[in-house]
């Protein structure tokens, strides 16, 4: 089915476009205006999520470096890894699914207000659940509690949404919707977990989180998307995205849970099922890498934006392949050898990390009047990020050298974040650029 094409877009070096951006640079900052979009308020409170998690990580691991141990009621990496894979990402979700999802569904667009009182309840209880990781554990659960309460009645209003929908094509929505009522499951559950002090429980359930719910409404993102804007910017290629493809990409992300869950309680696993992870991982990635290929890995690179997308995605073919040795040599040494969390950071970081800024960025600029493109300061944050995550893979392959290049990679991802959420979140307190609502 031809896709059709867009008008093209202003270029940033487009003397009116200029004009129009010198205007909206002096316009004043006003948080009414976060009030104005869904994504401006979703995208707000994530960006602010976002860099305090990553200077928060960073001076708890600078401060290790220093030989400063500040006092923990969570084991630091359960504290860590739950932060990052529930904290920011579902604010971006509903700035994404706020702005996106009316049109996927045929429904009227949503007023930001009515979001405020959930968003509001996601990003206190952060700042409760972080300092209870510090202080008192119960004081993290409640703020986890929120933090859940939040998500929850968001999620809500999305099924409804889709409830109410007559679209005839629901299939990328209702996907999302069921990932996020596993996030909002999740969420509740950490809290109960924290509250009675089970660390096993909370990292179980933060990897459930991950394979489940987070790494799920990417796949389904960028199944959706990916090739759709590939095709609307280079007009050679074609919006391939059979369904099967989709089914897939899911299933073979929520087939990862329950290794992941298993290797909690029963660590060494057999052999046999090191070997049948390396069976499905290393042909999956295979097909990963093939896809972004197929998608336009290679003929996007002439469009900055559309290349952070598809780079990004390269990271999970990356991240299934990395599994895939680990596995391998876990079976041969009986669990004694693996690649740590380099296959991790490399879903989580390159993957995750990458399209979210991608696709975050796409949307920031699109909806602030301003030419879907990405300019210097953004494409030069895109690589730094791709270095963190180089930087972050090397420290769990060269394990004499982790310490430093950990601490690397954490700066390098602080400054990314920082410097993303200083950008944009100046965007989102002031006018459209065109003089557009929204």
């Known amino acids: 089915m031809p896709i059709p094409q867009r008008p093209p877009v202003p270029s940033v070096a487009d003397p009116l476009n200029r004009q129009r951006s010198v205007r909206a640079h002096q316009?004043?900052?006003?948080p009414s205006l976060l009030l104005a979009?869904?994504?401006?308020?979703?995208f707000f409170a994530a960006a602010l999520v976002l860099a305090a998690s990553a200077l928060w990580w960073a001076v708890m691991l600078v401060g290790r470096a220093l030989e400063w141990a500040p006092v923990w009621t969570v084991a630091p990496p359960a504290a860590h890894a739950l932060l990052m894979t529930l904290g920011f990402t579902p604010l971006f979700f509903v700035g994404f699914l706020y702005t996106a999802g009316p049109r996927w569904l045929g429904l009227p667009e949503v007023a930001a207000h009515v979001l405020a009182a959930p968003v509001a309840l996601m990003l206190s209880g952060?700042?409760?659940?972080?300092?209870?990781?510090?202080?008192?554990?119960?004081?993290?659960?409640?703020?986890?509690?929120?933090?859940a309460l939040g998500w929850s009645a968001l999620t809500l209003r999305f099924v409804g949404m889709l409830r109410r929908s007559a679209a005839p094509e629901r299939v990328h929505a209702t996907l999302v919707a069921i990932s996020c009522c596993v996030g909002a499951l999740c969420l509740w559950g950490a809290a109960a977990a924290l509250a009675l002090g089970n660390e096993l429980w909370l990292r179980g359930i933060t990897r459930v989180a991950l394979w489940c719910f987070v790494a799920p409404v990417f796949a389904t993102v960028s199944h959706r998307m990916l090739p759709?804007?590939?095709?609307?910017?280079?007009?050679?290629?074609?919006?391939?995205?059979?369904?099967?493809?989709?089914?897939l990409l899911l299933g073979l992300l929520w087939l990862k849970a329950g290794p992941a869950l298993a290797e909690l309680w029963f660590w060494p696993l057999p052999n046999w099922v090191r070997w049948a992870q390396v069976v499905v991982e290393l042909p999956s990635s295979l097909l990963l890498l093939w896809l972004a290929v197929r998608w336009g890995l290679i003929q996007s690179m002439k469009i900055r934006?559309?290349?952070?997308?598809?780079?990004?995605?390269?990271?999970?073919?990356?991240?299934?392949?990395?599994?895939?040795?680990?596995?391998a040599?876990?079976?041969?040494?009986?669990?004694e050898l693996s690649l740590g969390l380099a296959p991790t950071h490399a879903l989580t970081m390159g993957y995750l990390g990458g399209t979210l800024l991608a696709m975050a960025t796409r949307v920031s600029a699109g909806h602030s009047g301003r030419a879907l493109a990405a300019d210097?300061?953004?494409?030069f944050l895109y690589w730094l990020l791709h270095g963190a995550v180089l930087l972050r893979v090397a420290a769990a392959l060269w394990?004499?050298?982790?310490?430093?290049?950990?601490?690397?990679?954490?700066?390098?991802?602080?400054?990314?974040?920082?410097?993303?959420a200083l950008r944009y979140g100046n965007w989102f307190g002031r006018a459209r650029v065109d003089g557009k609502p929204g």
């Open 329 to 335: 040599l876990m079976a041969l040494s009986g669990g």
């Open 376 to 379: 210097n300061p953004v494409w």
């Open 228 to 247: 759709f804007f590939s095709a609307s910017a280079l007009p050679l290629l074609d919006a391939w995205r059979p369904f099967w493809l989709l089914g």
């Open 126 to 147: 952060w700042v409760l659940a972080v300092a209870g990781f510090h202080t008192q554990r119960f004081l993290g659960a409640i703020g986890l509690s929120l933090v």
């Open 37 to 42: 979009a869904p994504h401006r308020l979703a």
């Open 305 to 327: 934006l559309l290349a952070m997308l598809h780079a990004g995605f390269v990271w999970l073919g990356i991240a299934f392949a990395l599994d895939a040795l680990s596995h």
């Open 27 to 30: 316009s004043p900052w006003h």
């Open 399 to 420: 394990p004499v050298q982790s310490p430093t290049l950990t601490l690397l990679a954490v700066l390098a991802w602080s400054t990314v974040c920082v410097g993303w």
